[in-house]
C-alpha cells in the first residue's frame, strides 16, 4: 500500500511557480489575441490610418502657421511635431484594449477563462501584452511616414542610436501602462461601443493640455502648470531630449527638467494602480 501511494505521489505533477504559472499563461493568452488580431487585418489597418491623418494634417495645415522657439518654419513644427503625434498614437490605443475586453466580456469570454485554472491576472497581462506589440507596429509605420514628410532626429543638436531607441521604448511603456485604463474600462462598462467612448473622451483633454502640439509657454499660467505636470507632458518632452529636436521646454517644473526619470515613475505608478485596480475589478466583473 505503501509502495503504490509513493508511487501515485511520483506521477503527480509538481504544482508550478506562481509567478511562472503566471508567465506562461500571460503568454498563452497573448499569443491568442494576437493570432485574432492577425485574422482581423482591417483593425490593424484602420489602426494605422488615424494616426497618418494626424501626421498629414497637422504637419501641412498647421506647419508655418505655428511658432516655435520664435521660428514660423514649417520643417520646424514637424521635428517639433513628432514627439506629440507619436505619444498621442500610443495612448490612444487604450480605446482598442478597453474595448476588446468589453467584447470578451459581452460575449461571456471571460467568464469562460475564469472557470479555468489559471492566473487571475493573466487574462489581462496577455491582452495588454499583445495590445503593445500591435502599439509597436503602429509606431514602426508612423515613424517611417514621418520621416517620409520631413521629420529628422537630430534636427536641433546631437544624439544616437541609443537615445533614439530610449525614446521609442519611453513611449511603448507609456502606451502599455494607458492600455491599463483601457483594461478598467472594458470591464466596467457593457458594451464594446461604450468602452470605445469612455476610453477616448478623457484623451482629449489629455493630449491636449499638454506640450504635444503646441508650445506651452504661450498658454495661460494656470492651464500651463496642469500642462507641464501632465504625465503625457513627460513622455513628448523627453522624446524631444532624447530625439534633439526643437521645442525642448525651458519650464521649471521638475518633469519638463528630467522628463526622463519622469515619464518613467508616471507610467510605473500608472501601471501598479490602474493594474491593481483592472486585476480587483477582473475577479468581480459579470457579462
Known sequence: MSAVTDAVRGAA??????LGQSVRDSLVIAKRNLIRMSRIPEMVIFGLIQPIMFVVLFTYVFGGSMQIGGSTSA??????????IFAQTVTFATAGAG????????????????SLPMARGAVLTGRTLADLVQTALTLLVL???ALLVGWRV????????????????LLLLLGYAFTWIGALIGLSVRTPEAATSGGLIWLFPVTFISNAFVDTSNMTPW???????????????????????????TSDAWPMQHPVWASLIYSVLIVVIFRTLAVR???SATA
Open 143 to 145: 515613424a517611417v511616414v
Open 223 to 249: 492651464l500651463r502648470h496642469i500642462a507641464e505636470w501632465n504625465p503625457f507632458s513627460a513622455t513628448v518632452q523627453a522624446c524631444r531630449v532624447l530625439f534633439a529636436n526643437p521645442g525642448q521646454s
Open 281 to 283: 475589478k477582473y475577479r
Open 99 to 114: 474595448a476588446g475586453i468589453a467584447d470578451d466580456m459581452h460575449k461571456g469570454l471571460i467568464d469562460r477563462f475564469r
Open 154 to 169: 537630430g534636427s536641433d543638436g546631437s544624439t544616437n542610436a541609443a537615445r533614439v531607441l530610449a525614446a521609442f521604448g
Open 75 to 84: 520643417t520646424d513644427y514637424t521635428n517639433f511635431l513628432m514627439a506629440g
Open 13 to 18: 505533477p509538481k504544482p508550478a511557480h506562481p
